[in-house]
């Protein structure tokens, strides 16, 4: 064998052992292995961030983080001002509110005015609730009305509870009514139902009403079931007959419920009202037939030892 062959074949390459070099010399990346690099004989490690302790913080720092332009600093100093309800907060609240654009910080702050202020702020809290749009934010404005109880308010509250388009914001208005004294309240009415001539603003303005005081809301369930019963048609009318109807329904479940709740000798004492519920059923029964009118009267009957409807009915009229 020549010397050039000898020597290539000792250049020729085993493959086992060159699979042993790569597998020494390099390595390679797959996805979803982490990696470590190695300097210096110390392994960084690029998948656990250290966190970066925040100071804590006091009433100072907290109040001046209010202002800061950075939006994690604010909501931060608005949850310290939650937590603690410092009074000294209240300006630079009002401040904050000024040009505010986060809408979970605005919501935070007009409660926080509810929780720490005083019925000096109803002015502010009234343009608020003017000017904002966020129904959320909002809601908020509507609580804090409600816990500084401030008559100003009881108006823009009804207002909002009678013609506003949103449930939501509608039940607010109502809750934070339930705050105020009922009679305050429902002294604002008579205006308001003799005023209005929408069936359906009215039944809405009742059932914010329920909400504040049932037994109050009583006369105005009645005054507005027995009208909506005579002047909307019948519900195979159509569809806004129908829906006016199913409200009506609801209503008369409250009253049902009432009546049932009270105790026999209140029942006595309040003889009208069991004539006033006993109009609203025959008014309802042209609509929906004497056997409803029998089924929703039944129960009460019965509490009063009668196990017929028409023996109570004559009860009620001296007969």
Known sequence: ?????????????????????????????????????????????????????????????????????????????????????????????????????LDRVRSFAYELLGELGTKELIPKMLSYLLTEEVSDSKRYILRSLGVLQDERAIDPLLEIAQYSSDIALRKEAAHALSHYPSTAVFSRLEDRFSNETDIIMLI??????????????????????????????????????????????????????????????DLDKNFKALVDLREVLENATYLRGKWWTELKLTPIAERFGYKEVAHFFNSLMGF
Do not use: W
């Open 1 to 101: 064998m020549s010397k050039e062959k000898e020597q290539d074949k000792e250049k020729k390459i085993d493959p086992e052992t060159e699979t042993d070099k790569l597998a020494d010399d390099y390595f390679i990346l797959e996805e979803q292995v982490p990696v470590e690099i190695i300097e210096s004989g110390v392994a960084l490690d690029f998948y656990d961030d250290e966190e970066v302790e925040e100071p804590p913080l006091d009433l100072n720092l907290a109040l001046e983080m209010l202002s800061s332009d950075i939006e994690d600093e604010r909501v931060r100093a608005i949850h310290f001002v939650q937590e603690h309800k410092p009074i000294e907060a209240i300006p630079y609240l009002l401040t904050l509110l000024e040009d505010e654009p």
């Open 204 to 265: 809405t303005l009742v059932e914010s009403l329920i909400t504040i005081n049932t037994k109050e809301a009583i006369p105005y369930i009645i005054q507005v079931y027995i009208e909506a019963l005579t002047t909307v048609p019948a519900p195979s009318t159509g569809v806004v007959a129908k829906k006016i109807h199913m409200r009506c329904d609801e209503l008369m479940e409250v009253l049902v419920a009432y009546y049932l709740k009270e105790t026999i000798p």
